[in-house]
């Protein structure tokens, strides 16, 4: 094999290492009305819509990679949350899926 062969399956290959080990995150404004950025520390994150509270829905946040099972993927989806100025997520889910955190919820603005 040349080496410019195994120069470029060399860097295939740490392509390709380097996609699989990053963390992947979004945050999807489902409001026409923009919120001041939260403190990421204070947003609440919740499994299920807590009884009797009010909110407004401000976007979708999620999270997928690596990382201890659930620390890493609260704090990233409390700082988008934030971002959207959010101050609670609710219907939270977090799955352990091939080896990697995926986890998911609903940015809403508590009233």
């Given at each position: 094999m040349g080496v410019r062969k195994?120069?470029?399956?060399?860097?295939?290959?740490?392509?390709?290492?380097?996609?699989?080990?990053?963390a992947h995150?979004?945050?999807?404004p489902l409001s026409s009305q923009d919120f001041p950025e939260?403190?990421?520390r204070s947003v609440q994150v919740y499994g299920t819509i807590?009884?009797?509270?009010?909110?407004?829905?401000v976007g979708v946040v999620s999270y997928y990679g690596?990382?201890?099972?659930g620390e890493t993927a609260v704090e990233e989806i409390k700082k988008q949350a934030a971002?959207?100025?959010a101050t609670a997520v609710i219907n939270f889910e977090i799955n352990l899926i091939n080896g990697r955190?995926?986890?998911?919820g609903i940015a809403v603005r508590q009233q």
């Open positions: 195994q120069t470029v399956l060399w860097t295939m290959l740490v392509v390709v290492t380097l996609c699989l080990s990053c995150y979004a945050q999807v939260a403190d990421w807590p009884k009797g509270m009010r909110y407004q829905v690596l990382g201890s099972f971002k959207l100025g955190v995926q986890a998911e």
